[in-house]
Structure formats: C-alpha cells, structure tokens
C-alpha cells in the first residue's frame, strides 16, 4: 500500500508495479484508491507499507497505520521525520514492538556503491585512505521555485545528506563512522561545505549546492564527454533549469591513489545516461575503471520491500544519529554554530545506534 502518491510515491508506484506486486494506493489529493489510511479496508492484511508524504507528516501516517496494522512492514521515505520529531518517532518504535520500519536508503543498495566500496576495500588495506570527498551538485532553484526542495529544518543537508552519508558509511569503517557522526566538523558553509579533520580519522568533506555551484570539477571531471566539460565543468557553474547533476565520491589513499565514484557521466552522450555509472582507479599504471549499469532506486526499493518482507518482528532501521548530525549541520548554517552540548551529547548517548 502506498502511502502519498506525489512525485515519488508515483516512482514506487511504477517500481512495484513492473515488479508484478498488487498495488493500492493512499492520498489526500486526488486520483488514489482511498484518501486516508484509515479508510483503507482490511489494513492488517497489508503485506507491506510505503510512506512517501510530505516529511512532516510522516510521523502521524506512520502512527496511524501501526494504530491498524501493529506489526506493520513500513518503507519510510527519507527523511524519517523532522529532527524535533525524532524522540516521537523512537517512542512509535518502543510502543509497537512488533513494527518493522526501514527508512529508504537508496545508495546503501546501489551496486555502483557496492562497486566503489569493494575497489576502496581493496586497495585501502595496503594504502590507507588520506582523504574522502563527496560532492552533490544540481541546480535546483527551478524546482525550489515549484515548491520542492524547500526544507526549513535540515536545509540544504536534507536534500543530499542522507545520500551522501550512505556513500561515506560504505567506504569508512564502522567505528571510524559513528566517531565521525560524533564528530563537530572543522567548519560547515553555507552552500553547504562540510570539512572534518581530526586524529582517528581520513580527511572528509562533504559538498552539496541547489545553486549548481559545482566544487571539485578537477575531481570527478575526466569522465565526463567533452561539451559536459565545457558546458558546465569549466565555467564550474550548472545553469538555472539544467538537469545535469555533478554527484562523485572520490577516495584518496596515501600513495596519491584515486579511487572515484562517479554518477552518470555520460549525461549527453546516452540516451540511458541516468542508470550507467563510473567507478574509476587512478594513480596506478595502468588506470582502471568498470562501468555499472543499474537504476539504482529501482534496485533499492526492490531490495528493499524484499528486506522488509524477511525482517523479524520489532527490526526498526532509522539511522536516529544520521537525522541528528544533518539537523546539526542545518542548524549550523541557519545560524552560524554548530551545537555543542546538547546535540554533541545525544551524539554520544545514541552513537551506537547510526
Ligand atoms: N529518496 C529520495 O531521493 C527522495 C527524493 C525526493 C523526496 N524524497 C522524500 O519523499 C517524500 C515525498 O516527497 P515528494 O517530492 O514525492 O512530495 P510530493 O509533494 O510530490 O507528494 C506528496 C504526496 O503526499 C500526499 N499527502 C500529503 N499528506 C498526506 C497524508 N496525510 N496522507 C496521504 N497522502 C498525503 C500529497 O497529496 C502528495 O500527493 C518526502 O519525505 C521527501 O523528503 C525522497
């Protein structure tokens, strides 16, 4: 059953229905099946939600379909809730004990990050990683125009923030990725340029712009064609209205070795650029690379809705201290501090609990 049928609620629509799963449908708006979860007939024999609403009322849909189903399979959009809702959404937990909920985690599922991971893997027990960047870059003042994209409480962190940690917990060690999560970075900006420099640790910097400001062309740029380089590389600038998306992680180890993740970068030159991906080792004679086609977010919520069918009674995977060090990063730069104490406590109290 899928719980709001707006932009991506429609993408799971489509996903599950190709995937020959029987699909009903909830929404507000016009043209679902039912208009609310409660009127939806029989809802404890539904095999398994999804809730893609809007991010503040994912609590309440959640609440109320466990108030039918208290064992409900759920797939949460991302992000779970708002930071200030989070004690709720963990008290929702400890009441249904029976509850299964999974937040969407798309590139925790995505074979180009299991591919990126792997090569790290590999070469970085012999060459330890010295730096890691990830960068996320669209234009997206058009659709903050439209009214999508606009968060008030993660800001800019909770529109690629979540994407982007899924990338760095894959290629850092457990330990050194909660210590990064309770970690106050060096210094976060405001297009959203998070730097992380501390002992224990490889040098991390996350990068996010909605204004299409891109960071690191020299990064990720090679493998892109020739007019995607000129056309935005260069000038280091996507335009107003471009879909073109500059999204990489690059691993640096000691050597001076790269290994680079790069997303569809062959964006003008196929006509399937959206589902082909690059990863890319350099530094080393002769330069490898292996290119892995999949639609990332089909697999995930496939794989997904298949976890959450074999999940155990009372298996919850919200990632609380992900929303907390986003909703520290948006505070940040709303108000120019990172918070120390309180947030810096909770880091420590849940940072089990990534
Ligand atoms: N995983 C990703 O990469 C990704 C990308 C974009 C958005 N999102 C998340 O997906 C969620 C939905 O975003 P969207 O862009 O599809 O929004 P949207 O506005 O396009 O769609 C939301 C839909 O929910 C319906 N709705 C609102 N309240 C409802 C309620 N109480 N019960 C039933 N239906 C209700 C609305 O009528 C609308 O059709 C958000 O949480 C957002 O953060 C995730």
């Not at 409660?38 to 095999?47: L, N, Q």
């Not at 509850?99 to 090569?119: G, K, M, P």
């Not at 439209?146 to 060690?173: K, Q």
């Not at 992680?249 to 991906?277: C, M, W």
Request: hydrophobic share 40%; net charge neutral; glycine share 8%.
């Amino acid at each position: 059953m899928i719980v709001g049928l707006g932009k991506i609620g429609s993408l799971y629509a489509e996903c599950y229905g190709q995937a020959g799963h029987r699909i009903g449908t909830v929404d507000i708006g016009n043209g679902a099946d039912w208009d609310r979860v409660a009127r939806v007939p029989d809802p404890s024999g539904i095999d398994a939600w999804v809730v893609a609403t809007p991010t503040a009322t994912h609590l309440s849909v959640v609440d109320e379909i466990l108030r039918h189903q208290p064992d409900a399979r759920i797939l949460l959009e991302k992000p779970a809730c708002y930071p200030d809702e989070l004690d709720g959404l963990d008290r929702t937990v400890r009441r249904n004990p029976r509850a299964r909920i999974l937040v969407n985690d798309v590139y925790s599922h995505s074979e180009a990050v299991r591919r990126f991971a792997t090569s790290v893997r590999q070469l970085g027990e012999f060459d330890p990683i010295r730096k890691i960047t990830v960068e996320f870059t669209k234009n997206r003042e058009l659709d903050i125009a439209n009214g999508r994209f606009v968060d008030t409480r993660y800001g800019e962190a909770g529109y690629e923030g979540f994407h982007m940690l899924s990338i760095l917990r894959s290629v850092l060690p457990a330990d050194q990725y909660r210590t990064y999560l309770r970690t106050i970075p060096s210094s976060v900006t405001a297009e959203m340029r998070v730097r992380t420099s501390v002992a224990g640790l490889p040098d991390i910097e996350l990068y996010t712009s909605s204004t299409g400001a891109i960071a690191y062309p020299g990064l990720a740029g090679f493998a892109f064609p020739e007019a995607v380089s000129r056309n935005y590389l260069t000038p280091a600038v996507i335009p107003y209205g471009s879909e073109f998306r500059y999204r990489f992680a690059d691993v640096e180890l000691r050597s001076g070795q790269h290994v680079t993740l790069v997303f569809e970068p062959f964006y003008g030159a196929e006509p399937d650029h959206k589902n082909i991906h690059a990863v890319h080792v350099r530094g080393t004679a002769p330069a490898r690379h292996f290119l892995v086609a999949v639609n990332h977010f089909k697999e995930a919520l496939l794989t997904q809705l298949n976890l959450l069918q074999h999940l155990g009674e009372g298996t919850s995977l919200v990632r609380p201290a992900e929303h907390r060090f986003l909703a520290a990063l948006g505070s940040a730069m709303f108000t120019g501090t990172f918070p120390q104490t309180t947030e810096n406590e909770k880091f420590a109290r849940i940072g089990s609990e990534t």
